[in-house]
């Protein structure tokens, strides 16, 4: 059974870090594009960062560029999503999602593209 779990999420204050994970079970996640979204009270889903089969393209919403990082560790059918700065805007949960592709450094940067969807995990920034 393919599954996606994310983890990490919580209360943090403003300006502080957390680091969100992913981790599949059920297909080896080096075969696929795997991306961070989330989705605020109220808001529809926005894209916030992917990253490529081999690690070696990345991308990111240009609101969270400079503050998050995404890395993937395929050893351990892992991706992570390093939040550092938060703002209260950052406040939304996440969601990690799978695209299933054959090309190394392939992005994808819409909902529809991606196969697979973890169930989320909460992130609150406030004081």
């Known amino acids: 059974q393919v599954r996606l779990v994310e983890s990490g999420g919580g209360l943090v204050q403003p300006g502080g870090s957390l680091r969100l994970s992913c981790t599949a079970s059920?297909?080896?996640?080096?075969?696929?594009?795997i991306g961070w979204f989330r989705q605020a009270p109220g808001k529809e889903r926005e894209f916030v960062s992917a990253i490529s089969r081999s690690g070696g393209n990345t991308d990111y919403t240009a609101s969270v560029k400079g503050r998050f990082t995404i890395s993937r560790d395929n050893a351990k059918n892992s991706v992570y999503l390093q939040m550092n700065s938060l703002k209260p805007e950052d406040t939304a949960v996440y969601y990690c999602?799978?695209?299933?592709?054959?090309?190394?450094?392939?992005?994808?940067?819409?909902?529809?593209?991606?196969?697979?969807w973890g169930q989320g995990t909460q992130v609150t920034v406030s004081s």
């Open positions: 999602a799978a695209d299933s592709n054959t090309y190394n450094y392939r992005l994808a940067y819409t909902a529809r593209e991606y196969d697979y």
């Open positions: 059920g297909f080896t996640s080096d075969y696929y594009t």
